[in-house]
């Protein structure tokens, strides 16, 4: 199970995420994105609840993998017209290379009312394995 909670932080907000692994917990801070954007959205069997899309982005490490797949989601938002929610995403890596393959449910914007998230950042950003899983901390510029 995974789960997140918004943190303040300074003009911006964080996210902070668990998960018992580490898909878990990169989807977990999606849907803490998601939250960031909008208080609510459609159900998926609602006409404007939109459908399901892939991604995937490989990077070199775990920091960067969650960094590119959360700036794939605003940059999906921003060209496409849709939030980002009901977050799902596997996460392989190596020493040199993580891929993350994701979906989401892709809610038209014009069905909801959305704050603006700018960015994700590096900022104080950690990706860390925890005793039951693993753990994640992201700050979004707003």
């Not at 918004?6 to 898909?23: M, Y």
């Not at 775990?62 to 977050?87: K, S």
């Not at 069905?111 to 979004?140: C, N």
Request: a negative charge; charged letters at 30%; glycine letters at 6%.
């Amino acid at each position: 199970m995974a789960a997140f909670a918004l943190r303040e932080h300074t003009a911006d907000v964080a996210v902070e995420a668990q998960g018992e692994h580490l898909g878990a917990t990169f989807a977990a801070v999606a849907d803490g994105l998601a939250a960031a954007m909008c208080d609510d959205w459609p159900a998926a069997d609602d006409p404007e609840g939109g459908e399901r899309h892939d991604l995937r982005v490989e990077s070199e490490n775990p920091e960067a993998a969650l960094y590119d797949y959360l700036d794939q989601l605003i940059y999906e938002r921003d060209v496409t017209g849709v939030l980002p929610v009901d977050n799902d995403a596997s996460v392989v890596g190596t020493d040199d290379e993580w891929i993350v393959e994701a979906s989401y449910r892709g809610v038209p914007l014009s069905a909801v009312t959305a704050r603006e998230v700018k960015a994700v950042t590096y900022s104080e950003m950690r990706v860390e394995r925890a005793e039951d899983g693993w753990e994640a901390y992201v700050v979004f510029d707003v």
